[in-house]
T-cell receptor, first 118, second 110 residues
Framework: GAGVSQSPRYKVAKRGQDVALRCDPI?????LFWYQQALGQGPEFLTY????????KSGLPSDRFFAERPEGSVSTLKIQRTQQEDSAVYLC????????????????FGAGTRLSVL | GESVGLHLPTLSVQEGDNSIINCAYS??????FIWYKQESGKGPQFIID?????DKRQGQRVTVLLNKTVKHLSLQIAATQPGDSAVYFC?????????FGAGTRLTVKP
C-alpha cells in the first residue's frame, strides 16, 4: 500500500492477556518507529529499528514490551500480561532513510492501534 | 526537566481567518522542529519542518516561525478552512531524541 498500515485498528484485552500489534511500513523504508499515545497527549517514543536491527529501545516502559522486525519490513509490538495503564493508541511510523528518532528525516505515521485493557 | 509544551490547549477560529498555534521548547540542543496535524482516528501527518539555522519557512498556506532567543515555535495557517480542524503537535529533535508536545486542538467555525 501507499502508506503505513497497522492492524488491528482496535484491540480490547482483559488484564493479564498478551497482545500483538502489527505494522506494515511503507515499502522500502529503512527506519521504523513505535510510539505510545495516551489520550490527549502527544506520542511518546518506544523503540526504533533500522532494517531488522533494533537500535534503540530506550522508550519501552517495561520488560513486558517487546518489538521485532525479523525481515526488516513488517514489525510486531508485543505486550505481555497487559495492564490497565497500557491502554493507549500505539502508533507506528516509517522513514525512508536510516536514522534514529533524532534524525532529520520525515516520519510517516500509520493510523494506530487503540488498545483498551479492561 | 526539559520539555516541549504548547501555550493553548484549544483554539477556535472563524473560517477564512488566519490561525496561529504556538509552542514553547526548553531544550537548547534541539536543532530540528516539525509540526504535525492529527485528525480524529488518524495518525499524525507531517505539515512542515524547520531547522535551527532558519527562523522562517513557508509552505502551502502554512508558515513556521522559529525564535531561538525565547525558544518559541509557531505555526501560522492562512485562510483557515474546515478541513484544518484537527489537533496540531509540535515536535523537537536533538540529541538522538524526538519529543512531541501535548497538542492544540484547532476548531474552525463555519
Amino acid at each position: 500500500g501507499a502508506g503505513v498500515s497497522q492492524s488491528p485498528r482496535y484491540k480490547v484485552a482483559k488484564r493479564g492477556q498478551d497482545v500483538a500489534l502489527r505494522c506494515d511500513p511503507i515499502s522500502g523504508h529503512v527506519s521504523l518507529f513505535w510510539y505510545q499515545q495516551a489520550l490527549g497527549q502527544g506520542p511518546e517514543f518506544l523503540t526504533y529499528f533500522q532494517n531488522e536491527a533494533q537500535l534503540d529501545k530506550s522508550g519501552l516502559p517495561s520488560d513486558r514490551f517487546f518489538a521485532e522486525r525479523p525481515e526488516g519490513s513488517v514489525s510486531t509490538l508485543k505486550i505481555q500480561r497487559t495492564q490497565q495503564e497500557d491502554s493507549a493508541v500505539y502508533l507506528c511510523a516509517s522513514s525512508r532513510l536510516a536514522g534514529g528518532p533524532g534524525a532529520k528525516n520525515i516520519q510517516y505515521f500509520g493510523a494506530g492501534t487503540r488498545l483498551s485493557v479492561l | 526537566g526539559e520539555s516541549v509544551g504548547l501555550h493553548l490547549p484549544t483554539l477556535s477560529v472563524q473560517e477564512g481567518d488566519n490561525s496561529i498555534i504556538n509552542c514553547a521548547y526548553s531544550n537548547s540542543a534541539s536543532d530540528y522542529f516539525i509540526w504535525y496535524k492529527q485528525e480524529s482516528g488518524k495518525g499524525p501527518q507531517f505539515i512542515i519542518d524547520i531547522r535551527s539555522n532558519m527562523d522562517k519557512r513557508q509552505g502551502q498556506r502554512v508558515t513556521v516561525l522559529l525564535n531561538k532567543t525565547v525558544k518559541h515555535l509557531s505555526l501560522q495557517i492562512a485562510a483557515t478552512q474546515p478541513g484544518d480542524s484537527a489537533v496540531y503537535f509540535c515536535a523537537e529533535k536533538g540529541n538522538n531524541d524526538m519529543r512531541f508536545g501535548a497538542g492544540t486542538r484547532l476548531t474552525v467555525k463555519p
